[in-house]
Every structure is written in C-alpha cells, then in structure tokens.
C-alpha cells in the first residue's frame, strides 16, 4: 500500500510545498465564502498554495491553477451524551491535527465535543487518503502535511500586535531632556512651523516644535522640515500627532533611525498638556469602556434597545457580522452600505464574473472580498432559523443561551477587515475607530478599485458650490468642489432645554469642587432645523486673501450643493476635543426626520448684481533672509544640493540629479529618483540644466498689480511639467491642477485618488473657454439622474436630481470618545426597522433616531 501511495503521488511531488517563514496557511476560512472546517462540507487547504476554499470553490481553483492536491479539514461538532460530567473541558479527538485552529466560540461550551478529521484529497478524481499516514507517505509529503496542519494561523501573521512587539525601547527615552519654554500643544490645528502642512506632523519631544515629515510616493507627507530641526538641534525623538491614543504612539527616533517605543511618553506629552491616560479606561466585554460609563448607561440601554424583547430575524439581508474585538465601526458601515442597491449589483450581482476573474490570490482583491461579503450578507445562507426540534429542545432545557450554537452566528470579516486595513496605523489595529472615517476609507478603496466599470459610490458623489465674499469689497468668487457626506453641527446654544443645561452645569461644577457624586446628566436636545440653519451660515475665512485688493482681508464662506446625491449622507458634529487633548462626546439628541426636503439650499450661482473677484493668484512672499538674494535665484535656481548628492552617490550622472531635483520642485530623493527612472533613456539626460529664459509678459498683463499673476484658466507650465516627468499623462495633469487650484501636493493626490479621469481634448479645450460659474452647469440640469461616467468622463460623475429624501438607515455611537465605546446600526426593510448589533439582528421597537451619529437618506423619486 505504502509504495501504491507513492506511485500514486510521485506526478504531483513538484506541486506539493512546505510552509515556509512567512507563507500565510488558510486553514480556517474559505476564500471566497465563509466556509470553514464546521462547515457541512469541511474546508479544502492547496498543498501549493496553502489557500483555503469550500466545497463549492476548490473546483475553481483546480481548474484555473492545475493544481490537483488539498488538504481537507473537516470537524464534527457533537453535544455530549447525557450524563457527562458537568463543567468539562470539551473533549477533542485527534487533537494534533487541527493545532493551531481557532475555536468557535459559539461551539466552546461544555456541551460540546468535536471530532476533528483531515485527509489529503487528489483531483479530479477526488482520491482520498486519509490522516495522519506517515508510514505509507513519501517523506515530502509527510513533512509538507504535519507543517500545515501545525502551522499558525493565516491571521496571526498579519497581526501587527506581532511586529509592534519588535520595536524597540529608545535609549533616549528614560533621560530625555525637555525644554521648560512654556509650549503648549492645542488639540487641533496644527500646521508645521516652517511651511503649510498640515499633513504627516511630528511633535520634538524636546522642544515641542511641530514640522512636517518627509515626502511620500502617494503624494502625502512633509517637506523634511522634523528631519531637518533635528540636525539642527539633536533633539532625538518625535511623536506622531494624530496617532496619539490611550495605548501609546508612533514615536519615532532621529539618532536611531527607526521607529521605537518611549515608556515615559504619557509625562513626555503632559509637558506639553497632552493628557493621553484620561482618554478611556480599560476595556470591558470587547468594548471599550469610559469614564463617563456610570452616567451615559442610559444612552446604552437605549441605543442598543435593551430590556425589550427583540424577535430575531433570519434569512436574505438580515445576517449579522461578528465584532473581532472593536470592529463594530466596520460592521456597521457595512451592513449599510450593501443595503443600497449599486453595491449589491456591483458586488453581489456581479459575483460569478469577480469570482472567474479573480488573481490567484483571491484574499488579496478587494473585488473577490466584497463580493465575498455581499454575499455572505445577503444570500441568507449564513442565517438560517433554528428547526422546530431544537427550539423544543431550548425550550425543555428552560434557559436561553446568547451563543448557543442553534443561534445565528454572522459572518467573521477577519479576511475582509485584514484586507482594508493592509498598510493603514489605525483601521489594522485593534483598536476602536471612527465610522465616519472607515466610510470614508471604503469610499476611497471603491473609487481606487472601480476603474473602468461601474463605480457604486458614485451614489454619495455631489457637488458643493462654495461663495466666498470680500468684506471690504463685497466681491464675490464661485468655486465647486466634489464631496461625499455633509457635516452638521450641533450647535448647543440652540437647544430647547437650555435653562436644564445651565443649572445641570452648576450643579456639576458645585459637585467637583466640594467632592460630592455628580448630580444625573442632562442631554441637550437640538432642532434639526437648528443643525441644518448652522450649516448654512456664513463662516469666516483664515488669512483670506482678497484679489480684489491685492491684500488680506475679512472673508466670508457659504455653502450650498450644487448638486444632490442619489443617496445623502448626514454626520452630525458629536465629538470634539477639550484643551486637555481629552476627546469628549457631546451628550445631545436631536429630532431627525424622516423626510427631509433640501431644495431651498440649491446653488444659484453668481447673481445679477453681483461683482466677481479678479482671478489673480497671490504673490509668492519669500522669506526675509532671501528677499536680498531674490535676483540671484533667478539666475542660478534653488536646489537642494542634499538630494542632488544622495542621487550621485547611488551612480547616476551630476547634472542628471541636478534636473531630476529641479523639475520635482525640491521634493525630496524619492520623488527625484523617481525622475530619473522615467528620463534616464533620453538623450540629454545627462546634459547640463538649461532654464527657459524670462518671458515678457507682454501688454496684456502690464495692468496686472505687482506680484499677482493673471490666471486664464490654465495651470502654470512649471507644475505641469512637474507632473509629467513623473509619467502622468499632460491632459490628467492639467486636470488635476485645475481641480486643486493649482495645488501641487493636492493634485498629485488627486491624481492617486482618480486614475480613471484622463481628459479628452475636446473638453479640455472647452473648460479653458468657459467661464468658472458654469464648469458644472450641464450636471446640474439633469434633475432625472442620468448624467453618468459614461456620457461625460471627464466630469465629475455626478447624478443630480431633486433634494427631497427618505432616512433608510442610521449608526449610532455608544461612549464618550470615537475610540472607545461601541457602534450599532438600525436599517429600514421591508416597511420596518432592523437593529444590527453585531452578530445580532432584531426588529427595532424603538429606534432611537435622535441618537444617531451617521444618518443615510435616499431620494424620492419625483412625484
């Protein structure tokens, strides 16, 4: 037999591998289900591969790789006979074979045994030979099948707890010297010192300086400016701003040239009033729990309906998404957005086309995996009701148990949360997040994946006319700007229990001071119209520089759409920060409606009367120290001899560096050598620099003020040519600088965020001739949403129509702080209200609408 087996597998030896350090092994999840080893028809493991598929998949991949040998894992799960002793240890048969396999927790009870199986199984006859079976197995073989059956899960590896366990502690961190010069460090608004970045910030643990990091090939980060203050000074460590949480941050040092972790970074950051240990308290139940827990149970009870009698629901649409550990943020936005129909076309409807045209590595598409859990949501096969049998049995048992195993269990989106968060600090930890920025992130992921097909977050796409006035002038300019979700504020001095408020307040304040308990919280209840009346006002512009005046001055903003979305997105403005750095959450509820009507807010462009801003750029202010050597520079340009250095030093010609430092604005090595890549094929690559000489303005700008330049709705040739030595096509690059206001840093990221947009030269020629008002003017005409990508691929990808909406579905936020606490979402189907609270899914009684965080409007169609 033994030497029958041999001969039987000697064809496939070449395909059969051993794990190697660093291969992933699926062996508790399919691909492209929510197959596992307890499912019906077990799970099958590619001895090439180490991919996992169900019983309806693994056909699929033999046919696509050829590859013929799997590993199938198949557990049986069995309640224990009557009369088994009380509290033991479910009992496992052949233990060593699934070592590493993590139990479901709804089976990890005392009632439960399993009996796990695997055999190795050989397509396309499906030849199974059973295991273990080391005697009659090649040794290959034997050694390949005892490393996956032993090895760790896929998931651990990509754990990054695994890696962050790695960094090491700074040996600048326990004698650190900080500056007592009196810096204190706001909760927002930080900008770097030494330019405009607001992006990619680090704060000098030192001195308290707050500059930018270095440039990034996705077009985000700094302009070197932290790296730099360290030469200057030595001062060894910073700390990422917006990474700061209770658990720590990304503390980064200069002298060791790595990241590492800062024990003392809790009294590094007080000394500059960041107070990062009152953020939240320890974690309760899988959610984190706040300070303020005692007080705000009632917001709990009510936002997660408990004490009612909720009845489950099952089937199509109503399966429920396990929380991994604070991924409620995740499972809420999901559980919305494949409610909407385009999502459930793209994805659900399109699942046999995705799933035949899938990479080889299915757990790395982001279309494989959204189908995979569209479908898991919506096809009811992983929500099914318990048979009458066992509620008989449940009900003779006289208990009810929350993770009894006849209950619906939900889909894991381990393989989909480890996919989305890939690369991202926050959205691949642990840790609690943000669901208006998770949606935020989908969004982004979806328009980045849908190029050239159907794009289904097209539905959120509006346009959003912005008027700003000169206060001195009282001119006017119309610009439009493509946006996803409206933010409301909550204004509290509106609210209609205002008198409550104020003596809640000093009865709080009486309290703190003499020791006693808090008096019972008040929540302040606003108006919508009040939320909606703040949106609408005028705000002030920082540093507003007025064309008009050829100076700054006092500016003033509104808003109004443009455009209306097929689907509305409303977040309301909950959480701030206090002067501490501690994230507070507004106590409030507000009386969202059902309907909302938002016609009256439509733009209207520029009106009769009214009297445009000079289209004039400001003047580029140098800095004192090189206003004397202004004339020089013109002769002999700036360039950062550093960079130009670093690139000789790795063999590429002197004055090749030079252009390459050049024509990439000073950005840095990275996007230089970036440069040099694209050019090095061209003939005078390594010829000397040659500037275009100075070009007389000519008569028609001899009017112009000193210092300002005319635009004519063209991007400054010195950008463009920028960008096109990077390799981006000159049509995408001028509309990418157009739709940024000619903002280098900007468009490139526009450019990352809109591969598909590329302009034809028809209608590049015709924005150059139109006048700014009405750049959107045909989008806004069709009020029957028909305008789409395929009719005006250069637009904006807007479906205008009326601004009359129905709310089908809102998330609300339990806790004081975005990152603690915990999310649910209810969604309106089929006439009625569902609650989905993880795993859990229920017809709402009550649902608590004005306790929302994120409410989601379609339109009505019109009447």
């Known amino acids: 037999m033994a030497a029958d087996l041999g001969e039987l597998l000697v064809p496939y030896m070449p395909t059969i591998r051993v794990p190697r350090t660093g291969d992933r092994v699926f062996k508790s ?26 019983r309806e998949h693994v056909e699929r991949h033999y046919r696509k790789t050829g590859q013929s040998v799997y590993m199938h894992l198949k557990r049986h799960i069995k309640e224990k006979a009557t009369g088994a002793a009380g509290g033991a240890i479910p009992r496992r048969r052949n233990g060593k074979v699934f070592l ?16 796990d199986e695997a055999k190795l199984v050989i397509f396309p006859d499906h030849y199974e030979i059973p295991l273990p079976n080391i005697e009659e197995l090649p040794a290959l073989v034997t050694i390949a099948c005892d490393a996956v059956l032993n090895a760790a899960s896929a998931y651990k590896k990509q754990d990054p707890e695994s890696w962050e366990e790695e960094i090491q502690v700074s040996r600048h961190a326990r004698s650190l010297r900080q500056l007592d010069n009196g810096v204190k460090i706001p909760p927002s608004g930080w900008k770097c010192q030494k330019c405009e970045m607001r992006e990619n910030l680090w704060l000098n643990l030192t001195d308290g300086a707050v500059l930018c990091g270095k440039w990034f090939f996705d077009g985000s980060g700094g302009n070197g400016h932290a790296l730099e203050h360290y030469r200057e000074t030595n001062f060894p460590l910073a700390v990422k701003l917006d990474t700061i949480n209770p658990d720590g941050a990304d503390v980064y040092s200069f002298e060791e040239e790595e990241a590492v972790l800062d ?6 950051l007080s000394h500059f009033g960041i107070d990062m240990l009152q953020l939240q308290q320890p974690t309760e139940n899988g959610h984190h729990t706040d300070n303020n827990a005692r007080q705000r149970v009632s917001e709990w009870e009510v936002i997660q309906e408990s004490g009612m009698k909720l009845k489950a629901v099952y089937g ?29 076309r793209m994805y659900v409807g399109n699942l046999q086309r995705i799933y035949d045209y899938s990479p080889l590595d299915p757990t790395q598409d982001f279309a494989t995996q959204m189908a995979k859990l ?7 096969q992983y929500s099914k009701p318990p048979m009458k049998s066992e509620l008989i049995e449940q009900v003779m048992k006289e208990e009810y148990k929350v993770l009894d195993w006849h209950q619906q269990r939900g889909v894991s989106p381990r393989m989909f949360k480890g996919l989305v968060s890939k690369g991202h600090p926050e959205f691949s930890s642990n840790r609690q997040q943000d669901a208006h920025e998770f949606l935020l992130h989908i969004i982004n992921l979806v328009e980045r994946n849908s190029a050239g097909s159907e794009n289904p977050s097209d539905v959120f796409r509006f346009l959003v006319e912005e008027r700003v006035q000169c206060c001195q002038t009282r001119r006017v300019r119309y610009t439009q700007r493509v946006d996803y979700l409206i933010q409301l504020p909550a204004p509290i001095e509106c609210a209609t229990n205002r008198e409550e408020l104020l003596a809640y307040e000093a009865k709080r304040k009486d309290a703190e001071e003499n020791m006693r308990a808090p008096p019972e919280p008040v929540r302040a209840r606003i108006p919508f119209t009040a939320c909606l009346q703040a949106f609408t006002e005028p705000e002030n512009v920082p540093d507003f520089w007025s064309s008009a005046l050829q100076a700054k001055s006092a500016g003033v903003k509104t808003s109004r759409f443009a455009s209306f979305p097929e689907y509305l997105i409303l977040q309301i403005k909950k959480f701030t920060f206090g002067v501490d750095w501690v994230p507070k959450k507004l106590d409030l509820a507000i009386d969202v409606p059902d309907f909302l009507d938002l016609n009256r807010l439509r733009a209207t462009g520029l009106q009769v009367g ?21 004339m020089s520079s013109i002769d002999s340009p700036e360039i950062d001899e550093v960079a ?3 690139l000789a030093e790795m063999g590429f010609p002197l004055e090749a560096c030079r252009k390459a430092v050049y024509y990439t604005g000073n950005m840095g090595p990275e ?4 440069w040099i890549i694209a050019h090095m094929e061209e003939p005078d690559f390594a010829e000397p620099l040659t500037l275009p000489s100075m070009i007389d303005p000519g008569p028609s700008s001899s009017n112009s003020p000193m210092g300002a330049t005319s635009l004519d709705n063209s991007p400054p040739e010195e950008s463009i040519a920028i960008l096109t030595s990077m390799g981006f096509p000159r049509s995408h690059t001028i509309q990418a600088l157009k739709a940024t206001n000619n903002n280098l840093e900007r468009a490139l990221d526009w450019i990352f965020t809109h591969p598909e947009e590329e302009e034809s030269d028809a209608l590049s020629d015709m924005a150059d001739t139109e006048p700014n008002d009405n750049a959107f003017s045909n989008a806004n005409s069709h009020s029957d949403s028909t305008l789409s990508p395929d009719r005006d691929a250069s637009g904006p990808r807007i479906k205008d129509g009326p601004g009359r909406y129905e709310l089908f579905a809102f998330i609300s936020h339990m806790g004081a702080s975005t990152m603690s606490g915990h999310y649910v979402c209810h969604i309106k189907k089929e006439g009625r209200w569902v609650i989905y609270n993880d795993h859990k899914v229920c017809l709402s009684e009550r649902p608590p609408k004005d306790l929302g965080y994120i409410y989601f409007y379609h339109r009505l169609s019109s009447s």
């Open 374 to 380: 569209g479908y898991g949501l919506l096809s009811g």
């Open 316 to 344: 199509s649409g109503y399966t429920g998404i396990k929380n991994l550990g604070n991924s409620c943020y995740l499972s809420t936005i999901m559980q919305v957005l494949f409610s909407i129909p385009e999502f459930q």
């Open 263 to 268: 024990p003392h970074i809790s009294e590094h």
């Open 29 to 54: 999840e399919c691909a492209f289900s929510y197959d596992s080893p307890e499912s019906e028809g077990g799970l099958y493991v590619c001895m090439n591969t180490f991919l996992g598929f169900g």
């Open 671 to 674: 996007m230089a050598f970036n």
């Open 644 to 646: 130009v250095m670093q």
């Open 100 to 115: 590493d396999l993590e139990l479901n927790r709804d089976f990890n009870g005392e009632d439960y045994e399993y009996e």
């Open 610 to 630: 009214e009297e445009e801003l000079p289209d004039l750029t400001p003047p580029i202010v140098l800095p004192e120290d090189t206003r004397d050597n202004s």
